[in-house]
């Protein structure tokens, strides 16, 4: 059963700015944004940017939360804990993408780049929620 009232909340709110700090800079031109921008070149006009931002930064604090009540309903109260739990939600993002990808719903770079950024921080997540209880 979902217990909320065991949540970190400041942990939440902790990730929730941790995963934003993360997608700025994962996507930022030192990392993977020139190549994501070339990628989705047309599509990136489709939506306006405060949508866009809008619409990250809620996906960053929901994720967050989610990600602690998993964790939080698995006990897991460790570094390994939140590493294989996070490993668990990168690879299931990681599968859900692929089918998109082999659909023709995105190319195959954008696929390893939205995987690994999905993998990456939802064991940054995992981990963070598991050691701050």
């Known amino acids: 059963m979902v217990e909320l009232q065991n949540l ?9 700015f941790i995963y934003m700090l993360f997608g700025a800079l994962y996507y930022s031109p030192i990392a993977f944004g020139k190549t994501w921008t070339v990628i989705h070149q047309e599509r990136f006009s489709a939506y306006g940017d405060g949508a866009k931002y809008g619409v990250a930064a809620a996906a960053a604090f929901i994720s967050s939360f989610l990600i602690a009540v998993i964790v939080n ?5 460790s570094v390994a804990d939140g590493l294989v739990i996070g490993l668990i ?3 299931l993002i990681a599968v859900a993408l692929l089918k998109n990808m082999m659909f023709g719903m995105m190319p195959k ?11 990456i921080i939802y064991i940054v ?9």
């Open 8 to 16: 970190n909340l400041l942990a939440v709110l902790a990730g929730g």
């Open 73 to 77: 309903d698995a006990g897991a109260d």
């Open 89 to 91: 939600l990168g690879l």
């Open 109 to 119: 770079k954008a696929y390893f780049i939205a995987a690994g950024d999905h993998a």
């Open 125 to 133: 997540l995992a981990v963070l929620h598991a050691v701050w209880r």
